[in-house]
């Protein structure tokens, strides 16, 4: 080591200090950085753009985005929850990958591969839990929000035998319960985490053949599971437990003149207006019409194509459709009281996802292959903003934040 | 000045550097102090603390206030709405003043006393626009959500005359709508934003004897009145405007043991649960069980005295009672289904409010006389917290961003 005089020596330190002093700056305004934008919550939204692994942060007042979160993994089928507060979303992409992120700051803030194939997943009602629907190893894994520690494994034995049936169709339910089925097995359980993080766990058998998705109501009361492997659906009154679940719907799927279906619809989009669900019907060009006071079907209305997302506008007054391929470049909306066909956008091919803001004022469609996302008045189904995104699908507002079952 | 050697002049380095990185340091994180906190606002909530002229921010995830704002004058009967973000609120005071917050920084975005007395406000359904009821001058004003400037003023004259009804009942619609009732007149007017901050006004008279408080359903349909100088209600059917206004429940308000009414009940405190809404009677010791499709009184239930508000579980299973002077120490859990009493909870003297956060994991009571704020687990009826503020009183969960008519 060379000798240095003293003014070298205070040289040094000052250059060396400025040095620090640049760092400390740094760092300190890259964790104010990481504090919040002076921005609330409730009006934003996430957006899942697939191809890259990306999920983008939508400001639905400004009509733009504030930012970009990178490295989320395979988004193919993925989807999103919010946290409590609203600023903290859980992302569940089709790899295993759990991803706690913050919509204000555009960061990661913990992830986790927690399994190798997933199909989404639900946050508990107190906010504590996050809950992972799997493919592979077939089961849910319950994760603690804050620090996505593992708080609880559910193998899902087929029977009592050692093999696994994939999970699917999982949400919250009031109580702090888990509710979801079993594809392979034909079951429906409810994991309880009201008492501890030891869930009580009911099974209900003999659901019907493949469930491959399911919703639950907005009050949180109904579970219904659609069937891949055989017609109608299956139903569980969470406010009567003791009555099992019961078929409803017998013809759902059935038809004499069935065509050839491209995509069986999402569940998630049935739309509640009043009494009635607006429910797409499987391989038909129809929107079917639900008394959800008895569960039958009192109607039927033709739509452009096999519908794959049917949606409430927040008003009830009118729900939107979407199709499957190769209708999917149009989107219709129904007048719910006249059940007539009162609007029709072509926004561009592959309409994926619509989703309305809270209150109604807005809708924000994902058009995949122009790779873009459009926000429209819904009332003058005029466009209000048009912003680019490689190949977005799912869109989710915030206020899912205090939704049961979203 | 000393002679330094190259080993101290090192540690002199170090010394300073350590002190830059310190002050630098210190300097950042102020900055830090001045951006706003690293929280949501989706479990947040605003609390009025009238005898101070003062709004508690309650976060209800922590169970604790993260802050308070001070100044914002007489909040008797004050009510808060929220901006499109959830952080921005509105609270309407009763001497007239119109008050914008921040409900991170706990800080005051501007203010303005815009009339003498007024009674309540609401905020456009694309957040542009805050309208308040006001008594003294007669009227509705319409303000920029951003600015607090005045955009539109809607002088609620009587008939043809030079003078002006008091307004009460102010909610938003659909559509970009305000509605309104005048208390001297006995009219319902509907003002439509939705073209231009130039409202086209409609007129509906008649509709009974002094109205003194409204209620919009949920999903912003139903616009419904109650009357004090006589019984019934009247409702206008927001989808068929054409239909007029029309009376419901023509007993409402009636009975042959009338007792003396210590506090007319709050309509915005229906429950709307199913098909059922859950309706305070006025004067007596019963909470009213109504069929929304048809309107008509199908059941009464006995309570423990004269209901004030009549509050939904969000999951519909249950709704809240509480209760005016000599009661309002008692507050009572029916169920929705059996209509029969199943809790009930003394939590002091002087609940005056209840709210549920929005999935339903909490409930959150103020009891103004013990100057304390307690949040209950409504399954279990536990307390999960218990705060002080001196003479509590509405509550306001940030939720409402989303919500129609809230």
Redesign the interface.
Known sequence: MA????L???R???A???N??L???I???G??A???????????ATVIARADGQVAILD??AGQWTGKINGLGDLSHASIV???????AFVFGRDGGLTKIDI?SHTILARSMQAGNSIGGAIS???KLVAVANYEPGGVRVFDSETLKLVADIPTFIGDGPDRSKVIGLVDA???RFIFTLWDAGEIWVADF?SSNKPAIKRYDNIGTNPYDALITP???YYIAGLFGEDGMAMLDL?HPEHGVRRILDHYGKGENRLPVYKMPHLEGWAM???RAFVPAVGHHEVLVIDT?NWKEVGRIPVHGQPVFVMAH????HVWVNFSVPDYDTVQVIDT?SLKITGELKPGTGVLHMEF?????QVWLSVRDENKVIGYNP?TLEPIAELPLPSPSGIF???R????GL
């Open positions: 000798t240095l005089s003293p070298h020596g205070l040094l330190a000052l060396t200090t400025r620090w002093a760092v400390g700056t760092i300190m305004l964790a104010c990481f504090a919040p934008t002076p921005h609330g919550t409730a009006d934003l639905t007042t919010y946290a409590r507060d609203g600023r903290q204000l009602q107190d906010g009031p109580g702090n009201s009050d949180g009361r406010w207006a009043g009494n006071r927040p008003d009830g007054k009281e803001s809270p209150r109604g004022d009332y507002m915030s206020h934040a205090g939704r049961i």
